[in-house]
């Protein structure tokens, strides 16, 4: 079982920064993985989806990276809107879809 | 647009059982497979099941497996989770949600499960 790890778990930032999260799977899962923001009383929201695909309607300030075991969630200037959970998803073991623990990016 | 609406929640003592129904609108239902998450309060995503657009093949977490059946009907475009033999630890929100190439690109609202005596 391939298990996705998300770090840090919270994340202190202000209007205006850089964030970056991280999710690193215990093997190789190629760029099968995707991104998603959930707000508190709301279900996720894709962002991303195959390591890099910005989804339907999703700002060009996100944008996704990585390949094999590491990936990577920029936001390049984060907005008020943008604080909420992250959560990172991968497909090794489909239609067993995993998800990582979450990531808090709560406003500093 | 693509909506998908959740209903049948509820609290229900511990061995009891809750039917969750999800219609779909806005897409052909019938040629895309469909999957149950569930979050626990306060607490990150786990996905439950998914069923194949046909309804043939079911997939299920070691977790609800026996005890969970996933099913659909595709004349109503309706999505369904019968929950049997329910614990407290599966008091969450229940999503059910679409996958498009294998991530998931829409998500009903949830409906809230409390498994409690």
């Known amino acids: 079982e391939i298990v996705l790890t998300q770090s840090p778990a919270t994340l202190s930032l202000s209007p205006g920064e850089r964030a970056t999260l991280s999710c690193r799977a215990s093997q190789s899962i190629g760029t099968y993985l995707g991104w998603y923001q959930q707000k508190p009383g709301q279900p996720p929201r894709l962002l991303i989806s195959?390591?890099?695909k910005r989804a339907t309607g999703i700002p060009a300030r996100f944008s996704g990276s990585g390949s094999g075991t590491d990936f990577t969630l920029t936001i390049s200037s984060l907005e008020p809107e943008d604080f909420a959970v992250y959560y990172c998803q991968q497909l090794s073991n489909w239609p067993a879809i995993a998800f990582g623990q979450g990531t808090r990016l709560e406003i500093k | 647009q693509v909506q998908l609406v959740e209903s049948g929640g509820g609290v229900v003592q511990p061995g009891g059982s809750l039917r969750l129904s999800c219609v779909a609108s806005g897409f052909l239902f019938e040629t895309h497979g469909m999957h149950w998450v569930r979050q626990a309060p306060g607490k990150g995503l786990e996905w439950v099941a998914y069923?194949?657009?046909?309804?043939?093949?079911?997939f299920y977490a070691d977790s609800v497996k026996g005890r969970f059946t996933i099913s659909r009907d595709n004349s109503k475009n309706t999505l369904s989770l019968q929950m049997n033999s329910l614990r407290v630890e599966d008091t969450a929100v229940y999503y059910c949600?679409?996958?498009?190439?294998?991530?998931?690109?829409?998500w009903g609202q949830g409906v809230l499960v409390t498994v409690s005596s």
């Open positions: 069923l194949r657009h046909d309804g043939d093949d079911k």
């Open positions: 195959e390591t890099s």
């Open positions: 949600a679409r996958p498009t190439q294998g991530f998931l690109d829409y």
